[in-house]
């Protein structure tokens, strides 16, 4: 794909959610898939190596969840992988602190260059488990959000994140399609680390036919401090 196409893709698809790129922006997300190309040569980031569909299901995906997000936020990116969502919406968000969190250390270096070569600010990678993180007293209960993507169902996420967030502020979860029995077995889990569910919002990706959900779950009262459990236990016994 030509520049001048990655240009035109990233600033037309992003105009269709409601986001107006800058020249600068778009020069950083083209660097980023650059890198992100040359690095998965070396290790495993990503199984998406056409620039189309880097635009829509990375880029772009990231992005539907930035209008969820309040000014001068702070949030944390569990499971964040090759940097989705919290770079692209670093990238687009100046205002808002983040925080990568990763359990491989190789991509947490590819973070870190990534991060130095864009020159962003106000965001840090953590290699850590976050099972760890959560009892941790520098994170629980440290952030305005927590997000994540393509990491767990929707009971084990919640044990992964809700830790993680402030009374009164918000875990946001990036689901496919077909969510709704998942919500349902959730429900208990939800409502024992303190959370409530609060909005779905169903959309189709531009210039696709991908179906998004993405779940806004307000927390509503601490979460007990036996939650979350030990490194391994929230996915093997999900609580029911």
């Not at 539907?64 to 770079?87: M, R, S």
């Not at 130095?116 to 994170?139: D, M, P, S, W, Y």
Request: proline share 5%; hydrophobic share 40%.
């Amino acid at each position: 794909m030509l520049k001048e196409e990655f240009n035109q893709m990233m600033k037309d698809l992003c105009q269709e959610i409601g986001i107006l790129l800058e020249k600068k922006q778009i020069e950083q997300f083209y660097f980023y898939m650059e890198q992100l190309l040359t690095w998965n040569k070396k290790i495993n980031l990503t199984a998406i190596t056409q620039p189309e569909e880097i635009i829509v299901k990375h880029f772009v995906d990231s992005m539907t969840i930035a209008k969820q997000i309040g000014e001068n936020a702070k949030l944390i990116d569990v499971g964040t992988g090759a940097g989705f969502p919290g770079i692209p919406l670093k990238i687009i968000r100046e205002d808002i602190e983040i925080t990568l969190l990763d359990s491989l250390n190789k991509r947490i270096r590819f973070l870190d260059e990534v991060i130095q070569n864009l020159q962003l600010t106000k965001i840090e990678c953590v290699h850590a488990r976050v099972e760890e993180i959560g009892k941790n007293k520098k994170f629980r209960e440290k952030f305005d959000y927590a997000t994540s993507r393509a990491v767990a169902n929707l009971s084990t996420l919640s044990e992964y994140l809700m830790p993680l967030v402030k009374v009164n502020g918000y875990v946001i979860s990036m689901k496919g399609s077909h969510i709704e029995e998942e919500i349902q077995q959730s429900k208990k889990a939800i409502s024992i680390l303190g959370g409530k569910m609060e909005t779905i919002k169903t959309f189709t990706l531009p210039k696709s036919e991908i179906k998004r959900n993405i779940l806004i779950i307000r927390k509503v009262k601490p979460t007990p401090s036996q939650y979350p459990r030990k490194p391994g236990t929230p996915s093997k016994e999900p609580i029911k």
